[in-house]
């Protein structure tokens, strides 16, 4: 949770607390409200726009990324073809 503070702020007060040394690779969750639901219910399927702004926002950092989206596969397939829309964006 980023406790609403932009998210590049999030990642990088996160950053200089962990030892990737010791910690290993940091690693975030990402997911979405399903909208008109219960508080705390992923959404159904990834929003492209929102993943986006993620992914661009956060590029500068290291991370290991899990979906946490209820259409799996079909959401990792939808992120895949973000991430390749993005020029600087390298997956390692």
């Known amino acids: 949770m980023n406790d609403s503070q932009p998210i590049k702020n999030a990642m990088g007060s996160t950053c200089n607390t962990w030892n ?24 159904s399927t990834i ?26 596969e079909k959401s990792a397939f939808k992120s895949q073809q973000i991430l390749g829309q993005i020029s600087n964006f390298t997956l390692k």
């Open 20 to 43: 990737k040394n010791k910690d290993g690779v940091m690693m975030i969750d990402y997911s979405s409200q399903e909208p008109n639901s219960r508080k705390g219910r992923h959404a």
């Open 47 to 72: 929003g492209v726009i929102k993943f986006k702004n993620l992914i661009s926002s956060t590029i500068e950092f290291s991370y290991d990324l899990m979906l946490e989206i209820k259409d799996k």
